[in-house]
């Protein structure tokens, strides 16, 4: 998930002046309520330790945390929060935990914000550690907001759409190049992620008109797809941002981009490579590839 803020400023006025409560005044849903809370976390003691109050896009009950599950838990998203940046030659943002004992299903949700932080709620990252006992799917999850982070650094996506599908299918494919990286979560065969992304995909959606809509599950197969084949390139986020739109834009038309090399990141060895598997990203995106072929590609 995505959020965008603007005019931020004209509220971070309006919250010097009503620094005072928890009030329903303060939980209505705008834009700019996580940018708020930003400050917020720049002066302990104010909100959050007072109340518990987390932000507009949490429950009234939830709380934040520094800490997820064990320690051994806790240190390896900060692990991965580290290493994510580091990938992507960027510093690490904020993370913290939103835990709600007294709604727990209402954490189901990570939140990547415009002001530079993850927020990621405790009821996702259990569903998605019960996945697998390399906890690979929180891994991804983080690396998907991440990718939002960079797009607000960048001012990506490069491609617009109506809804926030290319934003999401983008942060899907910088989700699947983290884990191939080396320096990353290091998986070398597509099929030691594969699986795991299936978790992802199937909290999709297929609302193809909503404004937050993330893409079709075939479509983020396919994304995360040809995010894990740039892995095999040091890219930063521009360059990936290029070569991940020159050819997914003509993945979803159903036919390879052929676009002239103009641009300072077109890389002869990169399309040849792309290229080699644009029918293979054709058929995951279309749906005609099955289930067992796709968790088998290498
Ligand atoms: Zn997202």
Same mark, same amino acid.
């Given at each position: 998930m995505k959020t965008n803020f603007k005019n931020a400023f004209l509220f971070l006025s309006a919250i010097v002046l009503t620094t005072t409560s928890c009030s329903k005044d303060e939980e209505t849903v705008s834009n700019n309520q996580e940018e708020i809370l930003s400050i917020v976390d720049e002066q302990p003691n104010h909100l959050e330790g007072d109340c518990g109050y987390v932000d507009g896009n949490w429950s009234p009950t939830a709380v934040l945390s520094t800490t997820i599950g064990t320690s051994a838990e806790t240190n390896f998203m900060n692990t991965q929060n580290s290493k994510i940046a580091a990938v992507w030659g960027r510093p690490a943002v904020p993370l913290r935990f939103v835990k709600d004992p007294s709604n727990p299903s209402s954490t189901f949700n990570a939140i990547s914000y415009g002001s530079g932080?993850?927020?990621? !709620?405790?009821?996702?990252?259990?569903?998605?550690? @019960? $996945?697998?006992?390399?906890?690979?799917?929180?891994?991804?999850?983080?690396?998907? *907001?991440?990718?939002? $982070?960079? $797009?607000?650094?960048? !001012?990506?996506?490069?491609?617009?759409?109506?809804?926030?599908?290319? /934003?999401?299918? *983008?942060?899907?494919?910088?989700?699947?190049?983290?884990?191939?990286? #080396?320096? !990353?979560?290091?998986?070398?065969?597509?099929?030691?992620? /594969?699986?795991?992304?299936?978790?992802? @995909?199937?909290?999709?959606?297929?609302? =193809? =008109?909503? #404004? !937050?809509?993330?893409?079709?599950?075939?479509?983020?197969?396919? /994304?995360?797809?040809?995010?894990?084949?740039?892995?095999?390139? /040091?890219?930063?986020?521009?360059?990936?941002?290029?070569?991940?739109?020159?050819?997914?834009? %003509?993945?979803? +038309? %159903? +036919?390879?981009? $052929?676009?002239? @090399?103009?641009? *300072?990141?077109?890389? #002869? *060895?990169?399309d040849a490579y792309i290229r080699s598997h644009a029918e293979e990203l054709r058929r995951i995106q279309s749906g005609e590839m099955s289930d067992e072929e796709y968790f088998n590609l290498n």
């Open positions: 932080k993850i927020y990621y !709620g405790e009821a996702i990252y259990n569903a998605a550690k @019960a $996945q697998s006992s390399d906890n690979i799917v929180n891994a991804m999850i983080l690396a998907h *907001e991440f990718g939002h $982070q960079l $797009q607000y650094t960048y !001012g990506l996506p490069s491609q617009n759409e109506s809804t926030a599908r290319a /934003a999401e299918l *983008e942060a899907d494919g910088m989700a699947g190049y983290y884990l191939r990286r #080396p320096t !990353g979560f290091n998986k070398t065969s597509f099929s030691q992620i /594969a699986a795991a992304y299936e978790f992802a @995909a199937s909290i999709g959606d297929n609302c =193809t =008109t909503c #404004p !937050g809509h993330h893409g079709l599950s075939y479509q983020r197969r396919s /994304a995360v797809r040809l995010g894990f084949l740039l892995g095999a390139y /040091a890219l930063n986020g521009p360059n990936f941002d290029y070569n991940f739109f020159y050819y997914y834009s %003509g993945v979803l +038309s %159903g +036919s390879y981009k $052929q676009n002239a @090399a103009s641009s *300072e990141y077109f890389n #002869p *060895e990169i």
